[in-house]
Structure formats: C-alpha cells, structure tokens
C-alpha cells in the first residue's frame, strides 16, 4: 500500500486548507475499504494522530482542538481521502500525514505516507 498526501502550504491564521490523500497499491486495492487517518507531527514533536474516518465508527477526534474546524472525507474515485481543515491556527503548523488501517481507528495504523507540510502563520 502507498499512500501519498499533498495539499500542504502556507496560509495565515483563519484561513482554510483541503489535504488530499492518494493510495495505491495491489491489484484491486481500494483505500474506501480501509480505515483513514490523519496524523501530524509538529517541530520538535512527537507525531500524533488528528483525525480518523472508519465507516463502522464514523469520524473520531482524537484532537478536541479541530473538532469544530476539521472534517475528513473520501473521494468519488474510492482511492482518495481529504482532510479539510478551516479556521487554522500556528498551532496546527505540522507535517501532516495520512494513514490506513484495516477495521478500526483504535488500532495501531499500518501504513503511512510520506506528509505534506502545512504552515500557519502571518
């Protein structure tokens, strides 16, 4: 599985970004039929996870701090995933990164792509 997430910028306080997440893989593969998670990961951080998209749990903040600014979606094309991110704060400045796993947000997420940077700042 590969995954790819682009989208990343620099944009000012308040402003809005849309993260793309692209996967591929084996033949047959579809990233609808995984779960999806966004991570970060901030200078001189840990890296942490943001949001996740299951169809079986629904979204789950692991964040409260985006709760009302980010929402995570899928693509029409079954191997696509965003992350739309409004109202942005210099504290969500951060390589951000999107994730799979097989059945639950809970679970220790199997494959990452390589991130897109997102700064915030004016």
């Known amino acids: 599985v590969q995954l790819q997430a682009s989208g990343g910028g620099l944009v000012q306080p308040g402003g809005s970004l849309r993260l793309s997440c692209a996967g591929s893989?084996?033949?047959?593969?579809?990233?609808?039929?995984?779960?999806i998670g966004w991570f970060r990961q901030a200078p001189g951080k840990e890296r942490e996870p943001v949001l996740c998209l299951s169809d079986r749990e629904g979204p789950i903040y692991y964040i409260d701090s985006v709760k009302d600014r980010f929402a995570i979606s899928r693509g029409d094309t079954g191997n696509t995933a965003y992350l739309q991110m409004n109202n942005l704060k210099p504290e969500d400045t951060a390589v951000y990164y999107c994730a799979t796993e097989r059945t639950s947000c809970w679970n220790t997420f199997d494959y990452y792509g390589q991130g897109t940077q997102v700064t915030v700042s004016s």
């Open positions: 893989g084996f033949s047959g593969f579809r990233l609808e039929n995984y779960v």
